[in-house]
């Protein structure tokens, strides 16, 4: 898992509403060793990455971001490879108004209230829901630092 060995697999819970655009982000730490050679064994259990990435590449979102049209409901699947850090999903600037982790629902659209992040362990895994109210910039981060 240090070293990459991992992946997303989305199993939809029963009567899952359709959305505008669907996204599968997966959450790992790197440890990065010597160049050609696997992850640096020392860092990862002193837990000191030398990244927290989503879906393998520091930064690459901030150069290519993720799509969406104001009033589009979006629904971002969320894994938390680990193999170390927990995991704090947040859309700065919006809030989620369905949120369903491990298994259960614990936010529904028709529900009150709303939610700020995505809580998950490592190999933990759900999915987060969200309509923009605006056009705008609204960056995703992950609390693990």
Not at 29 to 44: I, N, Q, R, S, T
Not at 56 to 66: I, W
Not at 80 to 109: C, I, K, L
Request: net charge negative; charged share 20%; no cysteine.
């Amino acid at each position: 898992i240090g070293n990459g060995m991992y992946g997303a697999v989305i199993i939809d819970p029963p009567d899952l509403l359709p959305v505008a655009r669907e996204y599968v982000l997966v959450q790992s730490e790197l440890y990065l060793g010597p160049d050609g050679e696997p992850g640096d064994l020392a860092k990862m259990q002193a837990e000191r990455p030398d990244a927290v990435v989503f879906n393998g590449y520091a930064d690459q979102y901030a150069h290519r971001p993720l799509t969406a049209r104001a009033g589009e409901r979006i629904r971002v699947w969320l894994l938390d490879a680990g193999p170390n850090r927990d995991s704090s999903f947040h859309v700065v600037g919006a809030q989620f108004d369905t949120v369903y982790r491990e298994g259960r629902w614990e936010n529904r659209p028709s529900g009150a209230g709303g939610a700020q992040v995505l809580p998950l362990s490592p190999a933990g895994g759900g999915f987060a829901e969200l309509v923009f109210p605006a056009p705008g910039h609204y960056p995703f981060v992950t609390h693990a630092m």
